[in-house]
């Protein structure tokens, strides 16, 4: 039967490479079934092309066959999408302020005709298009990891649902879906700041009745920024892992106390290094003596602060691992 090897070749073209097999079997065995079916009702022997036809127009096309073998694909589906929009609302309302100070300062310090206002506004315009869509594209990229990481909600999952599978968790070891997206979110933003926004980290101050904004992180930081992006990635995983888990297990309760231990490591060597962030050199606030030294002060001590933190979750980590 031509038209039927046809029909299961298109079928199986469709289909991913791991169930072509098992699946062309399948629809094979239920088009011959209903193939028998019909001849038996009409009369007709089973090869009667015309019969063959008109089961197969029944089935519909090798398109449609396919889909109904497979999941509904998306970046990001309906569980999400509520979330994923209040998420990038929020951030590009803050890159939208950010923009509108940084505009407002240009235009006061550059603008000295009607003309120069509209060339810097254009300008300053197409950079913050630029940045929206890369806000869109990172947030996107990370949702639709949060999607692959959350566990599939099947209709025979659901009907083969049995109250007696579920486990017997413990309150410590419950993860809550909206505490795992603000970690990645939270975690994907720092990423973006410090890596294609450092000059937004820094002070502004009137200076001969201008604004001026100066960038204040150093090149320690810097030689510092591989090690903490790769701590941020492994971070992504961690809330990535623990959406799909639903819980915490042992492997995410090392990874998370390996990753706190990490944070630790380079918080101290940011401490007994070179600052990695200091009051502009030539401004005026770097050229006070005890302002720079009260600004290192305070870096020091919200670092400090920051590695006590992490210390704590890696003892308390280390207490609920052992008392397993």
């Known amino acids: ?7 299961i070749t298109e079928v199986s073209d469709r289909l991913p490479e791991k169930m072509r097999e098992d699946l062309s079997k399948e629809i094979r065995s239920l088009i011959e079934d209903t193939l028998e079916d ?23 096309s090798p398109a ?15 569980r999400l999408y509520p979330i994923f929009w209040l998420v990038f609302r929020i951030v590009l309302g803050i890159a939208a302020l ?5 505009l407002g300062v240009n235009l006061a310090e550059t603008a000295t005709s009607l003309s120069d206002g509209v060339s810097i506004f254009a300008k300053s315009l197409g950079e913050f298009l630029t940045s929206a869509l890369a806000i869109l594209g990172n947030i996107v990229f990370v949702f639709a990891i949060i999607e692959w990481a959350m566990p599939k909600l099947t209709k025979d999952k659901e009907s083969s649902w049995d109250p007696r599978s579920m486990d017997d968790r413990r309150e410590q070891d419950k993860v809550g879906l909206g505490e795992s997206i603000a970690g990645i979110v939270f975690t994907v933003i720092v990423f973006l700041l410090f890596n294609l926004y450092p000059q937004w980290v820094g002070v502004g101050f009137l200076e001969d009745g201008a604004m001026t904004f100066s960038p204040i992180l150093t090149d320690a930081f810097f030689r510092l920024l591989p090690a903490l992006n790769v701590l941020w990635i492994l971070q992504v995983v961690k809330y990535a892992i623990l959406i799909r888990e639903s819980k915490w297990t042992g ?15 380079i918080i101290v060597l940011m401490i007994i290094g070179s600052p990695i962030a200091v009051l502009p050199a030539g401004t005026i606030f770097g050229s006070d003596p005890d302002l720079v030294n009260i600004f290192s002060k305070l870096v020091s001590g919200i670092l400090i602060v920051i590695g006590l933190a992490c210390s704590w979750e890696v003892i308390k980590g280390l207490i609920r691992v052992f008392k397993k």
């Open 1 to 7: 039967m031509k038209l039927i090897d046809r029909y």
């Open 251 to 265: 492997f995410t309760r090392w990874m998370n106390i390996i990753l706190d231990a990490a944070a630790v490591c």
């Open 64 to 78: 449609k066959m396919a889909a109904s073998y497979l999941p509904p694909r998306y970046l990001i589906g309906p």
């Open 38 to 60: 019909r001849a038996a009702q009409t009369g007709k022997p089973v090869d009667d092309e015309a019969l063959v036809t008109e089961v197969l127009k029944s089935f519909g």
């Open 98 to 102: 950010v923009w509108a100070v940084t």
